[in-house]
Structure formats: structure tokens, C-alpha cells
């Protein structure tokens, strides 16, 4: 493959669908790097909860945004786009393909399509969802939105408490999104999907669970306990331990849950790539599948 378009290939799917291998062996195939776009990746001491690949798996590809972050710094969609706009415009310098792989739907969003600016919080209102979430918890917040039933936030997360204030707080300033135009960038951009039948995504699932059970994923929530309140660390894999740690759930009850929620991440992601318009899906990790629709691409 050449030519002169630069073409930025973006392989996203649900969690355990088997994007990151192959999104690495594309990437000696087209001699480039990645770009990760999964958000929990970004943070050091989460490498088995959240399914980094190592140096072994990575095959001497470059990784950017992964491992450059504390559990505790914020960052966020917006910051993401700057950063990776930056590092896109070095490698497309000398390269024509880049990859960026992941299933974090916003960070993916931003990247692409940049973000609509949004208003300054009300600083009162965000004190008192702060307050609701330190007396009630994740519950409450949970409670509360169902409550104010924000119409047009179908996508967000309801096991992040930031992503919830932030709803609230959309949705208290009388905010919907909306169709907007997407932001101008300069190169062409080509969206894979992987899309598995359930089934099987779901065994993969189980399947991923009990392997980061068997390589240490107790023993590393357990170190980060003490931060279990950080932003970061409001995700599938570690709040379900946090709570067995609690003595809410029993060890196997609290793998049992980490599936299920696993599960139902992986429907709330797909649920966004089918949003994306003009993404392509193949039916699992064939590089010849995908090879075909890069080639279909640059040739238009």
C-alpha cells in the first residue's frame, strides 16, 4: 500500500473483541504506530484490570497514551483530541497510515470529530451532586438522574459518577445533544468495526475475566483500595473487588458481577459505533478482512 492520502484507520469494538492484537499485527503490516484511545489505558498501576497489552504482546509497535498518567490526573476528551491531533501531525509526516485503536466511544468521538463547546458547570449545582455522591453514593447519582430523566444522554455511563454530574449538569442548564458539524481534519479517516456474535464476544468475555483473575487483578485492586474514590478508578474490574474487599459480595459473587457489567459495557459500546456514520464491520480479527477495506478505502 502507498500513495500520497494519509488515512488515519480508526479500529474500534466492545471490550475483549480482539481489536488491540489485531489492530498490532496491521501495524507491522503497514510499518506505523498506534494511537490507544481506551481511556482506562491512559493510567500506570491498572495494567491487568484494564487489559494492557505488554511488551511482548505490542511487538516492538509504538503505543502512544498508554502508561502516562497517574490514577489521580484528569484527563480529558478535549485534552485527548489536542494531544493526539499533535502526535497525528508528527507521524503523518513520514507516514501514510496510522492506527488508532480502542473502545472508549467520547475519546474516539473527540478525536474524529471534535467537541462541542460546553458551558462552565454551575459550581453550586456541582456541590450539591458532590455532596449527594459522598452520602449516597453512586446510587444516589443514579437515582437522581433517572429522576430528572435528561432526554438525549442515552450513552452515558451509569457506573461513572463524573459522567453523571456532568449529565445532570447538561440537563439542569437545559442542554440536548444535538446534530452538529463535525470538525475539519486534515487527513482521510477510515472507521473498522469488529462485531462478533454475542455468544461469542460473551465467552471472550468470560473467558478475559478469569484470565486477569488468574494473573493478579485481586491483588492489584487491593493496592489501589486506598484510591477507590479517584475518577479513574470508577470502572468495571475494580469497583466490583472494591466491593468484595467491603464484604458486599463474596470473591466469586464479585467475578460473577465483574462479567455482567463487563457484558453490559460491551452492549453500551456497541450501541455507540453503530452511531458512527460510515463504519465498516468485519465478523472478527481476519487482517485479510480488514486489509480488503483499507484497500477499498484508498482506492477512492
Same mark, same amino acid.
Given at each position: 500500500?502507498?500513495? @500520497? ?38 493510567? @500506570? ?211 460473577? @458481577? ?43
Amino acid at each position: 500500500m502507498g500513495g @500520497k492520502q494519509k488515512l488515519l484507520i480508526c479500529l474500534v469494538g466492545p471490550t475483549a473483541s480482539g481489536k488491540t492484537a489485531l489492530s498490532i499485527e496491521l501495524a507491522r503490516h503497514l510499518k506505523t504506530e498506534i494511537i490507544s484511545c481506551d481511556s482506562r489505558q491512559f493510567y @500506570k498501576e491498572m495494567k491487568i484490570g484494564t487489559a494492557k497489552p505488554d511488551l511482548e504482546e505490542m511487538q516492538g509497535i509504538k503505543h502512544h497514551f498508554i502508561d502516562f498518567l497517574n490514577p489521580a490526573d484528569y484527563f480529558s476528551a478535549g485534552d485527548f483530541e489536542r494531544a493526539a491531533l499533535k502526535v497525528l501531525d508528527e507521524l503523518f509526516l513520514e507516514k501514510d497510515f496510522v492506527i488508532v485503536c480502542g473502545g472508549s466511544g467520547l475519546y474516539l468521538n473527540a478525536l474524529l470529530f471534535g467537541l462541542d463547546e460546553m458551558p462552565a458547570a454551575d459550581l453550586n449545582y456541582r456541590t450539591e451532586l458532590e455532596l449527594l455522591f459522598k452520602e449516597k453514593g453512586l446510587e444516589g447519582l443514579q437515582e437522581l438522574f433517572r429522576l430528572k430523566n435528561p432526554i438525549g444522554f442515552e450513552n452515558t455511563d451509569m457506573r461513572n459518577p463524573q459522567r453523571l454530574m456532568r449529565a445532570l449538569e447538561m440537563q439542569a442548564l437545559g442542554i440536548e445533544r444535538k446534530e452538529r458539524i463535525p470538525a475539519k481534519r486534515n487527513f482521510e479517516i477510515l472507521v473498522v468495526g469488529i462485531d462478533r456474535p454475542r455468544e461469542e464476544l460473551y465467552a471472550r468475555i468470560n473467558e478475559r475475566v478469569n484470565h486477569m483473575i488468574q494473573s493478579g487483578l485481586v491483588e492489584e485492586a487491593r493496592k489501589l483500595y486506598p484510591f477507590r474514590n479517584l475518577n479513574s478508578l470508577q470502572t468495571v474490574g475494580y469497583n466490583e473487588l472494591f466491593s468484595y474487599f467491603d464484604g458486599e459480595w463474596n470473591l466469586n459473587e464479585a467475578i460473577d @458481577k465483574i462479567k455482567q457489567h463487563t457484558r453490559n459495557y460491551a452492549k453500551r459500546q456497541m450501541t455507540w459505533f453503530r452511531k458512527i456514520n460510515g463504519i465498516r464491520w468485519i465478523g472478527g480479527d481476519s487482517i485479510e478482512e480488514l486489509l480488503a477495506v483499507i484497500e477499498e478505502k484508498a482506492a477512492q
